[in-house]
């Protein structure tokens, strides 16, 4: 925002004064403050998730108050699937149109690290979410720790089957997907130590991102294993298909399924008990982090990311490690709170 001048410090003299002083007595002097309130554009910034979904509107809907907050406007550019190769396009468009920011929520491909890589030869921010220590990112940013989350699903399964005794499934959107086999790997090894009579059916199932191979995949299961008592399924899309599945084999009660998914979609299988709870995070929450991050490296402050930034609304992070900010906000949806939610 420019200010009027009159002399060497304009009319505005009085109002600076103060408020350096003002910062100095709070520890914290003006060169070092957070992005502020903008009253225009400032930087423009593109949105890639990996699909088109509702949870990724509700992320944009975050960098959208974020944006108007502190003057970046963000548009969301996305992959109408699943598709690792049109995701990097789509970064690559970016990069090649002049964006100031690339905010992703990243596939798991060599390709995209390069595509991170050039834009940051640019002088691209690139800010992420659901990737842990991206590399060639600036920063990733996270609302739930992987280990927890995977733990506190698993604590969820076990709850919904009443006794945790017997077989049961883990999916997963693809054998990279980072933050879905994170918390796979932590739920099955709570799993191990805590519940020793469930017996886990292969190892994981990488279907998750689409609701019709979920679907099909627990229809399989089903038939193959008639005893199985209960699904983990990390990915949004793979809750609703295996709760499909269940309806379709007249199992719902005798089938415990824990999905990632938002209220839009998981509320009519919430609802009839298809689905007995869905973890998550809000990931307006989410959008909001990575604008306010992006600021702070297009403004040339990365230097104040670390475990003592507060993010407004989010506070500090429980932890941060190379470029990953993590804070802890998990949400645990059923019937009885989903109507309370809306828009993802």
């Not at 598709?83 to 690339?102: F, R």
């Not at 595509?115 to 990112?137: D, W, Y």
């Not at 883990?170 to 020793?196: C, E, M």
Request: hydrophobic fraction near 40%; include cysteine.
């Amino acid at each position: 925002m420019d200010c009027p001048r009159s002399g060497p410090w304009g009319g505005w003299a009085p109002l600076f004064i103060l408020s350096t002083l003002a910062a100095l007595l709070s520890g914290m002097s003006p060169a070092f403050a957070g992005p502020q309130r903008e009253t225009g554009v400032k930087y423009t910034a593109v949105f890639i998730p990996k699909f088109k979904a509702p949870w990724f509107d509700r992320m944009e809907a975050g960098l959208e108050k974020a944006g108007a907050e502190i003057g970046i406007n963000v548009t969301q550019k996305a992959p109408s699937s699943a598709d690792l190769t049109a995701q990097v396009k789509l970064i690559e468009d970016a990069t090649n149109q002049g964006a100031d920011a690339i905010l992703v929520v990243p596939g798991t491909d060599p390709s995209i690290e390069s595509a991170f890589g050039l834009a940051r030869t640019k002088k691209i921010a690139i800010i992420t979410n659901q990737s842990p220590q991206e590399g060639n990112a600036d920063v990733d940013v996270e609302m739930i720790d992987t280990t927890l989350f995977g733990r506190m699903a698993m604590e969820e399964m076990a709850k919904a089957m009443g006794s945790p005794v017997g077989q049961y499934a883990v999916f997963v959107g693809s054998f990279t997907t980072p933050d879905h086999n994170g918390w796979a790997d932590a739920a099955i090894s709570l799993a191990r130590q805590k519940f020793p009579d469930l017996k886990l059916v292969g190892e994981r199932f990488p279907v998750s991102e689409d609701p019709g191979l979920s679907r099909q995949t627990a229809l399989d299961i089903i038939a193959s294993y008639p005893g199985i008592k209960a699904f983990l399924v990390f990915g949004s899309q793979g809750g609703p298909g295996v709760a499909q599945a269940v309806r379709e084999k007249d199992r719902v009660g005798s089938i415990a399924v824990i999905g990632t998914t938002g209220p839009t979609q998981a509320g009519p299988f919430l609802k009839d008990g298809s689905l007995s709870a869905s973890i998550l995070w809000d990931p307006a929450d989410a959008g909001y982090a990575m604008a306010y991050l992006a600021r702070l490296v297009l403004d040339g402050k990365r230097s104040m990311i670390g475990p003592d930034l507060e993010i407004p609304g989010l506070g500090r992070p429980i932890s941060f490690a190379e470029n990953t900010l993590i804070y802890n906000r998990p949400i645990v949806l059923t019937r009885d709170n989903v109507d309370q939610l809306s828009g993802f």
